[in-house]
């Protein structure tokens, strides 16, 4: 009697783990992965703001420039738009100290993307810049995106 009693314990822990990890790969599924394009800008000829998602080079120069700079790693990140789309982040121009950060990007449903993002804003500075981020996605998971900030 013990010995089954023993047993079902065992069946009944395997399948518990079997199940949260079943989960557990469902979650990580819906997580997308991203590069942060670096140094590019936005055009000084762009009225608003750009497109959430860009899906092509020519529409991508209508928008943003180029920043290069001397030493390793200054030019900026290559982006080939027959394999990617780009996510744009922008917010209006500033002359406080902001910084925007990455939470997530995850497929919430299959009609669109969920891009989760932090505004970390600080000192007032003596110029005013344009908050920008840039995340090159692979085109297998083009949708709609929905941007949602979180300041602090």
Not at 72 to 97: H, M, Q, R, W, Y
């Amino acid at each position: 009697m013990k010995a089954k009693f023993m047993l079902f314990i065992s069946v009944a822990v395997m399948y518990c783990t079997f199940l949260c990890g079943c989960q557990t790969s469902k979650n990580m599924d819906k997580t997308i992965p991203y590069e942060v394009a670096e140094r590019y800008f936005i055009r000084n000829d762009v009225n608003g703001l750009p497109p959430t998602t860009i899906v092509s080079a020519e529409e991508f120069e209508k928008y943003f420039g180029m920043a290069a700079v001397m030493g390793t790693n200054g030019n900026p990140t290559e982006i080939d738009f027959s394999k990617n789309f780009v996510i744009c982040i922008a917010l209006d121009p500033t002359d406080i100290e902001t910084n925007l950060s990455v939470i997530s990007l995850t497929n919430t449903n299959s009609d669109q993307l969920d891009l989760r993002y932090e505004i970390k804003r600080g000192e007032k500075m003596s110029y005013t810049s344009q908050p920008l981020m840039l995340l090159i996605v692979d085109k297998k998971y083009e949708k709609p995106v929905i941007l949602e900030a979180v300041d602090k």
